[in-house]
């Protein structure tokens, strides 16, 4: 149910969750809030999607994140699939070319998506939810705490008219400007870079040679960014330079000076905007003040240069949550929500020390390190193994968990999210594996199961995994592409505990039982997901 304007009133109601922001991070909480059928309310001050596209790419994990609230397949239907990435030198010549290989998440490794189309289809996709309700062109102008709930005073910017709101937790995910993070005094650690960066969206009049190929153009002159995006859309970066005038720099007949370095003509490309912005390397010192949450680029700001950006907000909200619902629904205990920034926050630190060291690698402008950094990688590039690795993209780190919502004795599985292989289940539909876990606690067995009384007692089902050329049966799935079983052979685990999100909670060898659930854990009260299709 999406309002906006004056005739939306937001009244005294009360809400499971208010979501602070509309953007992808936002959108995607209230997926999957509504999924789980929590009373929801989302306060966004726009009227409208963002029409510059800000995000450009997203991999595999993120779409799976998308599949559980049933859109993965419409999304990737506006998702450019299976290009590869090249970094050229100053004369054009690549010395380093990249093609991502799964992780084995159930979709291709890595997509390049056009924001306010990818935008469109996750809001269409929360109207299926009556228990979500929109209010655009609504701010939260502050928040008041206590020990039941967060009352919200909220303003309708179309109007100024004022009400207040009640929710027991608010996510704030209201951008790297955040109003909710100045309202909670929380600190913005870290730096915005010096250079400052034009960004030129397009659309694609005719082809041209490689235009499907993403290039980091690492010319000391000036980098540049020159990227395929989906629906015949193309996007350009470039550095200001000293000496560059910003306003400009941004005009109709400097942006076409700029693209024409690369033979891309007028007769080729139509400009639709050129805007100028910062890199920002932030994070912010709390992801939670009482029942308030930071997400996205309100608790963390990275470069652009590895696309995980807009991914790491997807992950917050996907970790926070499965967790805001149990403990709503009395599964866990209130404790168990300090896990998100326990959890989430050490992968993002990891993500944009990536970022940051692949962006000091494509900017570089002294021009004698280029020549030496093109001529180290080319001759990396052809070492079996390690060329292997560079040409895999690995510097993208896996999303795992050292510490946070888990149990010992750690296992090579504990926090790691297992692999969504097809498996044919019971009925002999082949399928997704997410698709037959059912969004709850599971206990996941190599072949036949292994009795864990004090799981068993609790309510949480069992699923057993048989290899492949096995016939389904009540309770047990084929493993059809043979990657499930082995991931658990190779780290000598026969019984998992799986949590919502399908990362390992707890994990035992074959014969052994498991470590306990958690304190205070009752899965029996938790009604399952549902998504509405």
Known sequence: MSETGAGAEAGDSAYDVAVIGYGPTGVTAANLLGAMGLRVVVLERDAEIFTRARAIST???????????????????????????????????????????????????????????????????????????????????????????????????????????????????????????????????????????????????????????????????????????????????????????????????????????????????????????????????????????????????????????????????????????????????????????????????????????????????????TRVRNGALRTLDRIPGFGDWLQDSNWIPVARYEAGLQVGPRTKATGHQIPQPWVIRPDGERVRLDDTLGGGWLLLHHGLPTAQPAWERLGVESLAVLSVGSRPTDGAIVDSDGVLLPWLAERRVATVVLRPDAYVYAAAPVGAPLPPPPAGFAPASRPATTIAQ
């Open 59 to 369: 991999d595999e994990e993120v779409v799976r994140i998308w599949q559980r609230i049933g859109l993965a397949e419409r999304l990737k239907q506006d998702m450019l699939t299976e290009r590869p990435v090249d970094f050229v030198d100053a004369d054009g010549r690549t010395f380093l070319s990249a093609s991502p290989t799964s992780r084995g998440h159930g979709h291709p490794p890595q997509m390049f998506i056009y924001q306010p189309a990818l935008e469109r289809v996750l809001r269409d996709g929360v109207d299926r939810y009556p228990n979500v309700r929109i209010l655009l062109r609504h701010e939260c102008l502050s928040l008041r705490q206590d020990a039941d709930g967060v009352e919200l005073t909220v303003v309708g910017t179309a109007d100024d008219s004022v009400h207040r709101l009640r929710a027991s937790y608010v996510i704030a995910a209201d951008g790297g400007s955040s109003l909710t993070r100045a309202q909670l005094n929380i600190g913005y650690e870290g730096r915005t870079y010096e250079d400052r960066w034009i960004v030129i969206d397009t659309k694609m009049l005719k082809p041209w040679p490689d235009h499907d190929k993403l290039r980091f153009h690492c010319d000391p002159a000036r980098p540049a960014v020159d990227c395929p995006t989906p629906l015949d859309h193309h996007r350009y970066e470039f550095p200001l330079l000293p000496g560059d005038d910003e306003k400009h720099l941004v005009t109709e007949d400097a942006v076409y000076g700029l693209i024409s370095r690369y033979g891309i003509g007028r007769d080729s490309i139509e400009v639709l905007r050129a805007t100028v912005y910062s890199h920002h390397v932030r994070f912010a010192s709390r992801f939670r003040v009482g029942r308030v949450f930071l997400a996205g680029d309100a608790a963390h700001a990275m470069p652009p240069w590895i696309g995980q950006g807009m991914a790491a907000g997807v992950r917050d909200v996907a970790n926070l949550c499965w967790k805001l619902n149990s403990v709503l629904r009395g599964e866990l205990p209130e404790g168990v929500l300090d896990s998100y920034e326990t959890e989430r926050k050490p992968h993002v630190r990891e993500v944009t020390k990536r970022a940051v060291f692949v962006g000091r690698m494509i900017t570089e402008r002294r021009r004698p390190v």
